[in-house]
């Protein structure tokens, strides 16, 4: 019973020792630094000669730094060095105090019949010596004497300068030295503990063990880390001689460039380098941002496209429901306003003549050539297209060589109807010196073969008992016959026969035509508040637009405006007169004041589009030769000497909406 409870004791005092030998790892650990302070640092540089590792260059500008600056490099190769050394010495100290080392120490005790004053095991014995003989304090007695010169050197015989350099670091650090015989070595210091643990004083022990790592650390590493901050320190410093070489070095090279550009040639060059450069780098990104603008509109444009082609569709037929709602031409029908006299005139001509329907040639002409952008109301999108404006061509007649009325040809592109789908050709289209000639081409063709079979059962007879249903066959013959490639095409000319009323004048003549025009008759002199409006604007020249070269029709438009006129006169000279002729007449005797007056012109301009002017009454004209003036109906008459459209000289005169009346 006394045996088991002399071991438990036993037990729980090896435990014990356990915790204080950990406890005493840890203080002295911390004992390195235990604060975490930093020396200050005058003293940290005392005893630190960093010129030792430095070359004599290198020593020179050592000692040409004031000792402010000389502190700085030693305080950051102190830190520099500090950031090993601690850690070594702490791995040197806790491999003496390992866990696992005690535990032998401790198992050996055990093996003594668990008596724990018996003799121990030292597991440290020898560790680190070559000879057990030896002790640690002789062995830091012989590094002393090796140190202060006493023992013999081996290798090459010392200068001076290393001489002084060793006395000077053996004289700063002697008093480390001298406390190296107060070390009793790891064993000896480890007893201390084990002493301490066994009679129960664990603040002496842990002191002990401290006092021990801090001897022990300071009798092998104290002039080894005043030689490694030195060493460090001179890094330091050699680190910033060579940063200042390379800024000189820079600077120099900077000021040779400089140099250089004083030079016309050298700045010369360089801005021709920069420049070269700068365009190049400027032209790679407008490259590269033209191409990516490029390729998103195309992705965008295919993948919208046939809802494009689809919207022109409605807005199209939205825009021929309006201008045939808002506009009307100077016959004072509901037509729209490129419909023009002349052709309407054509087709009364070749209606009595052949039979061909009124409403089927007014149908196809706004089918094929209606809605551009060519001629009056082009500007709204109101016009006539390229191919009926410019080559008087108004339903796409293409050329043969049995054109009876054609004056050439013109290639232009064009769109097909193929099998369902559409398809863009070239074709040689037949160009006329006038429509008259284009609408009486059209009656020569359809009273031939492949379209006299279809339509000669529907031509009218000029007896006033033309049916609708006739015109709407005739039509329908035409495509029959293959006139158009469009499927559609039947359709659209019926819709616009509806749309504008154009039966009427399948029983009329040209006479009955004129007759509902609002105008024309002869001028009776009544003179309306309108048409002395006009007059006063046109004499005092303050209409919308002013007096430029080969403006004379946007002039007399502008002067219409200013005035309130109930109706504005739209396209060039000579399209005001075959659009509004049937307002007017050709006689210069009678024309009403305000009353737009046409002539053929002069040179090239003139013989293109012709000129008007505005009459003023008491035989005066005002027009716009390119200023403002004032001639007599005479005058202006003389000088207009170019041909326009089969004209020369005076044309006569019109009034859009028809002569006012009170």
Not at 286 to 298: G, I, K
Request: with cysteine; net charge negative; glycine share 12%.
């Amino acid at each position: 019973m006394e045996i088991r409870e002399t071991r438990q004791r036993n037990l729980k005092l090896l435990e014990e020792e356990i915790q204080i030998s950990k406890k005493g790892i840890q203080f002295v650990k911390n004992n390195l630094n235990p604060l975490g302070d930093e020396p200050d640092q005058e003293e940290e540089g005392k005893g630190i000669d960093p010129a030792r590792f430095m070359t004599r260059r290198e020593e020179k500008e050592w000692n040409r730094l004031s000792g402010h600056k000389q502190a700085q490099f030693i305080k950051s190769g102190t830190r520099e060095a500090g950031t090993h050394q601690p850690r070594e010495a702490a791995e040197k100290i806790s491999s003496v105090f390992r866990e696992g080392n005690i535990q032998q120490e401790l198992a050996g005790r055990k093996d003594y019949a668990g008596h724990m004053y018996g003799p121990a095991k030292n597991p440290f014995a020898g560790r680190n010596i070559k000879d057990p003989r030896v002790t640690r304090a002789d062995q830091i007695q012989k590094e002393r004497r090796s140190a202060s010169g006493t023992e013999k050197q081996h290798g090459p015989p010392e200068t001076p300068r290393a001489q002084e350099r060793r006395e000077k670091g053996a004289e700063h650090f002697s008093p480390v030295g001298k406390a190296s015989p107060e070390i009793s070595g790891s064993q000896g210091s480890f007893s201390t503990v084990n002493s301490a643990a066994f009679t129960g004083t664990k603040t002496e022990g842990m002191a002990a063990a401290s006092g021990s790592a801090s001897s022990k650390n300071a009798g092998k590493g104290g002039a080894g880390i005043a030689a490694a901050a030195a060493k460090k320190t001179a890094e330091v410093f050699q680190e910033a001689l060579a940063a200042r070489a390379m800024a000189a070095q820079q600077a120099q090279q900077r000021s040779q460039t400089g140099e250089s550009f004083g030079t016309l040639q050298g700045l010369a060059a360089y801005a021709g380098t920069t420049l070269t450069t700068g365009l190049a780098s400027l032209a790679a990104i407008v490259l590269h941002m033209v191409s990516t603008l490029v390729t998103a509109l195309l992705a965008m444009v295919a993948s919208i496209l046939p809802l494009i082609a689809v919207l022109c569709t409605v807005v199209v037929i939205i825009v021929s429901i309006l201008s045939a709602l808002t506009s009307s031409n100077s016959a004072g029908y509901d037509l729209p306003a490129f419909v023009t006299e002349d052709m309407m005139e054509a087709f009364f001509e070749v209606q009595e003549e052949s039979g061909i329907p009124v409403s089927s040639g007014v149908a196809q002409l706004i089918a094929e050539s209606g809605f551009g952008l060519y001629g009056p109301g082009g500007e709204s999108g109101e016009g006539l297209s390229k191919l009926a404006y410019d080559h008087k061509n108004l339903f796409g007649i293409k050329y043969f060589s049995g054109d009876q009325y054609a004056s050439g040809a013109v290639d232009m592109t064009t769109g097909e109807e193929f099998n369902g789908g559409y398809q863009e050709t070239t074709a040689g289209f037949s160009v006329y010196p006038d429509y008259a000639a284009c609408i009486r081409q059209r009656a020569w063709m359809l009273l031939r073969e492949p379209y006299a079979g279809q339509v000669s059962a529907y031509l009218n007879q000029n007896d006033g008992e033309y049916q609708k249903e006739d015109a709407e066959n005739f039509i329908r013959g035409i495509c029959a016959a293959g006139w158009a490639t469009s499927s559609s095409y039947v359709t659209r000319c019926i819709q616009l026969m509806e749309q504008y009323g154009l039966y009427q004048f399948d029983n009329m003549n040209y006479a009955d035509y004129k007759s509902g025009l609002g105008g024309g008759g002869p001028y009776d002199g009544t003179i309306t508040p309108s048409m002395r409006q006009i007059v006063d604007v046109a004499k005092g020249n303050t209409g919308t637009y002013p007096c430029t070269p080969d403006m004379c029709a946007a002039w007399v438009t502008g002067v219409y405006q200013a005035a309130g006129a109930p109706a504005l006169p739209y396209g060039n000279a000579i399209d005001m007169w075959n659009t509004y002729k049937g307002t007017g007449g050709a006689s210069m005797e009678n024309i009403p004041p305000g009353a737009i007056v046409c002539g053929s012109g002069s040179g090239y301009m003139g013989s293109l589009y012709g000129h008007v002017g505005v009459y003023l009454g008491d035989g005066m004209v005002a027009h716009n030769a390119g200023y403002h003036s004032i001639q007599t109906l005479e005058e202006w008459c003389a000088w207009q000497t170019a041909v326009c459209q089969g004209h020369q000289g005076w044309i006569g005169w019109v009034f859009p909406g028809g002569v006012p009346m009170e």
